[in-house]
Nanobody
Framework: QVQLVESGGGLVQAGGSLRLSCAASGRTFSGYAMGWFRQAPGKEREFVAAITWDGGTPYYADSVKGRFTISRDNTKNTVALQMNALKPEDTAVYYC??????????????WGRGTQVSVSS
């Protein structure tokens, strides 16, 4: 059974930083690319960042490039998202997921509960 448990969200002022973490289980973690996604109120869920199975190649949405860093630890089955220089428009619920393919960034259909990130201006 797949489990995705996101943590690390909170309320921060614009310009601040947060580090999100995701504990994933139910699949062979090191065999999958992983991604972070977010959903703001009234909007569709959108891609934020992805990382290949070996952690060698990260990918970012243009809106977060240069501010966010994705990383993974295959020994602990975790993936992290370091978020710096946060902006109010980064406010959303953040989710991690296994990816079908790092090139398409397509996530599997099961989602965890996510973690809320709120950035005040």
């Amino acid at each position: 059974q797949v489990q995705l448990v996101e943590s690390g969200g909170g309320l921060v002022q614009a310009g601040g930083s947060l580090r999100l973490s995701c504990a994933a289980s139910g699949r062979t973690f090191s065999g999958y690319a992983m991604g972070w996604f977010r959903q703001a109120p009234g909007k569709e869920r959108e891609f934020v960042a992805a990382i290949t199975w070996d952690g060698g190649t990260p990918y970012y949405a243009d809106s977060v490039k240069g501010r966010f860093t994705i990383s993974r630890d295959n020994t602990k089955n975790t993936v992290a998202l370091q978020m710096n220089a946060l902006k109010p428009e980064d406010t959303a619920v953040y989710y991690c997921n296994f990816l079908h393919d790092w090139r398409t960034k397509k996530p599997y259909t099961y989602w965890g509960r996510g973690t809320q990130v709120s950035v005040s201006s």
